[in-house]
């Protein structure tokens, strides 16, 4: 796709068609003429880009790119050669002409043999960097670099012309660029076979099928296309960004013209595309760090869409620029990521059927885009609305529906391939940028009730969490108490491995010590496990679980507590449980000094218990901060308030939460919580029951719970 057209196709392609436009007058003339330039220079493709690809997936991929180099070279070379031995300039130019038509042809077979071949030489994982440092030479620095040489080369030419020297006609400078164009396809021919045999050994494959006939094989390549949906999504998503661009080039000088510039102004439109085109390629990647690639190229699309559509509204030039900056940052990343992906995830024997179909399919509707819409823009003028006398120019109409066909053409390709489904967008997208992506939410159907308590130490939990569990068992409930950590076998043993006094976080780190970050890990641990075994199948039978303490204590104690960063403490907890949220979490406030105090009459603290007040006093105040911060799901309560009108309240808070229980006792089917739309926040995996000798999913008493205390 990227290599459809280089920069120098691009300036090449409308420096003609605005020279077209400018022979002749009136709008709609000036947009026929700048329409039927682009068709006719595009139109080789429709005829061999097909072709290409099946070429590209039945021949040997290097010996195809060797005898297209060496090809070009000979026809390169030929253009001022042939001047060189005639002055009649219409053999010389019009064999330029036909020279360049099939130059331009034998490009469209090397490419796609060119794109399907680079993945299998690059290691995935580096693929991506590999295809930024070659838009950025191509787009950036080749056509810099090129237009300083031939600046360059003009001057000296100048200056010798001026000191009276006389310099051969094969020595003028057009002649050496070709000259010079003729042996880099030489040197890439000899590089290739000689330097890069692998092209060989993987691309030569017969694309799926040796004997298959080339028709057959083209059918299969647009089949492939078609029932993929992951190809169908990123062909259709690039065809739809290709569309939107060129109704953005085919609008471009009646744009310009309605910003009340000229040719001037399209200048500065397009550059401020192609710098927003080299920044998303450039900066993109950094910028959103581990998003899915996926998920990446949608959003470029859509943001190439709706700054489209933003064009379509500003009033000014510098409002203008930075819309196209957009236009062409979005485009860029798509490029980038659309590239990456049709490399990395398609495989070998359809890839440069792949490529080519993107190759031709990008011309055809660009094409397509710029010759309709500049013929639109310039007979369609502008228009008052209704009597108002506002004037609504039909350019800008144009705008605006690509840019909405653009967001959608975005959205639709989202559709098709998202791979975090359930995981909304604009969150991962931000925790992508600020390095951590969000995990896949795991998501299962879930009836049940999921309650939490929380709190500081001796906050009465678990007194409280004895009550309601008896209050909704004796209303005939199915409840499943449990607590973090400890409710497995295996995070029994994390629990002893963290609350067992002689390992301390704050002596020297030695064979005792534990890390706060490895304190993190292990509370992580226990928390995956447990909500995968134990949580997550009883809330699938649609039971209540009651669990005493969930993320929120690691939020306050290794986040608030141990000044861990809170933002990688939730992510950790996220990534463990899946995303699985409470519905709701009461907790229960108390002074440390009084909370110490109750647990101390227990008999020995343990690791946690004897850290100092002022780590306790953090831990009550991130408990409170993520309360104030999401109130709609905590119930906060006065710990130091009578244990019966704490638990009266919290039950008649909980009863919200569940359906009427039948006269027969059954509890109604569909908990309220069992809100589908909720689901990517509070489901799980396929969890299993508890193992043979692990603690069941515990129905057990909060006092039974404690007897296991490590
Ligand atoms: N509202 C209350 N008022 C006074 N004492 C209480 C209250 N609730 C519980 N207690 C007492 O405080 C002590 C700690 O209570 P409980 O074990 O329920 O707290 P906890 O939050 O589960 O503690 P930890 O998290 O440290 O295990 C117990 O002796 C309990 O009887
Ligand atoms: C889940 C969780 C717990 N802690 C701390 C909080 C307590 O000090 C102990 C658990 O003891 P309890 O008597 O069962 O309440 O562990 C923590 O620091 N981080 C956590 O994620």
Not at 71 to 92: C, Q, W
Not at 192 to 199: A, H, K, P, T, Y
Not at 566 to 581: I, N
């Amino acid at each position: 796709m990227l290599s459809v057209a280089s920069l120098g196709d691009w300036l090449g392609l409308l420096a003609t068609a605005t020279f077209a436009s400018a022979q002749v007058s009136g709008n709609a003339a000036k947009g026929l003429a700048f329409g039927s330039v682009i068709a006719v220079r595009l139109l080789p493709a429709l005829v061999l880009g097909p072709l290409a690809g099946v070429m590209a997936d039945r021949w040997d991929r290097r010996y195809t790119m060797v005898i297209c180099d060496l090809l070009r070279f000979v026809l390169f070379a030929t253009i001022p050669t042939v001047a060189l031995y005639t002055s009649d300039p219409k053999i010389s130019v019009g064999w330029a002409a036909v020279a360049t038509f099939i130059i331009e042809a034998i490009t469209l077979i090397w490419i796609p043999a060119k794109d399907a071949a680079v993945p299998n030489l690059i290691p995935r994982a580096r693929l991506e960097a590999a295809n930024q440092l070659t838009l950025i030479t191509t787009y950036g620095i080749t056509p810099v670099l090129a237009a300083a040489v031939l600046a360059a080369l003009n001057q000296f030419y100048q200056w010798l012309e001026k000191s009276g020297v006389i310099v051969a006609a094969w020595a003028a400078p057009s002649s050496l660029a070709l000259y010079f164009l003729a042996f880099s396809r030489l040197a890439t021919a000899v590089v290739v076979f000689f330097g890069i045999r692998e092209i060989s050994l993987s691309g030569h494959n017969g694309g799926g099928g040796k004997g298959d006939s080339m028709l057959r094989q083209f059918v299969d390549g647009w089949r492939f296309i078609g029932q993929t949906r992951m190809v169908r999504g990123l062909v259709l998503g690039i065809l739809g960004a290709f569309a939107a661009g060129g109704v953005v080039i085919g609008t471009g000088q009646f744009f310009a013209f309605s910003l009340g510039g000229g040719d001037a102004t399209f200048a500065i439109l397009f550059a401020a595309i192609f710098i927003g085109l080299g920044l998303g390629i450039a900066l993109g990647p950094r910028l959103i760090g581990g998003l899915s690639r996926r998920r990446w190229f949608c959003l470029s699309i859509m943001l190439a869409g709706a700054s489209v559509a933003l064009l379509a509204l500003v009033p000014h030039l510098s409002l203008a620029v930075v819309g196209a900056l957009l236009v062409g940052s979005g485009a860029g990343m798509a490029f980038l990521s659309g590239t990456t992906l049709l490399g990395g995830e398609v495989g070998d024997e359809v890839r440069g059927r792949v490529f080519a179909v993107v190759q031709t399919g990008t011309r055809v509707v660009l094409m397509l885009a710029i010759a309709v819409s500049s013929v639109l823009a310039g007979g369609g003028g502008s228009r008052d609305v209704g009597s108002t006398g506002v004037p609504i120019s039909f350019t800008r109409v144009l705008l605006g529906v690509a840019g909405v066909l653009g967001v959608l053409a975005g959205f639709w390709a989202l559709r098709q391939m998202d791979d975090k489904p359930g995981v909304p967008l604009l969150p991962d997208l931000i925790s992508s940028m600020r390095g951590r992506p969000l995990g896949m939410a795991e998501v299962s159907p879930r009836t049940g009730v999921f309650i939490v308590f929380e709190g500081g130490e001796g906050a009465g939990k678990s007194t409280q969490i004895g009550l309601l569990a008896q209050r909704l068992r004796d209303d005939g409930r199915e409840v499943v108490v449990t607590r973090e950590p400890g409710a497995t076998e295996v995070g029994a043993r994390i629990r002893k491995m963290v609350l067992e006094t002689h390992t301390t976080t704050s002596g020297p780190v030695g064979a005792t010590a534990l890390a706060p970050r490895a304190e993190a890990l292990l509370y992580a641990a226990d928390r995956a496990h447990h909500v995968s075994t134990v949580v997550r199948p009883a809330l699938r039978r649609g039971d209540i679980v009651v669990s005493d303490r969930y993320v929120d204590s690691s939020l306050a104690y290794q986040g608030a507590g141990r000044t861990l960063p809170v933002d990688e403490v939730s992510w950790l907890s996220a990534w463990a449980t899946g995303g699985l949220k409470p519905d709701l979490v009461v907790l229960l406030d108390v002074d440390p000094k009084v909370g110490l105090a109750r647990v101390d009459r227990r008999g020995e603290a343990d690791r946690l218990e004897r850290e100092s007040l002022d780590f306790h006093e953090r831990v009550r105040q991130g408990f409170l901060d993520l309360a104030a911060a999401e109130p709609a799901r905590y119930l906060v309560l006065d710990g130091t308030r009578d244990p019966a009108q704490l638990a009266a309240e919290i039950a008649a808070r909980v009863a919200r939460l569940l359906p009427p229980v039948t006269p027969g006792g059954e509890p109604h089917d569909g908990v309220p919580g069992a809100d589908p739309a909720r689901d990517g926040e509070r489901q799980g995996p396929a969890g299993r029951v508890p193992a043979p000798g692990e603690p069941p999913a515990t129905t057990g008493s909060p006092a039974e719970l404690r007897a296991g205390r490590g």
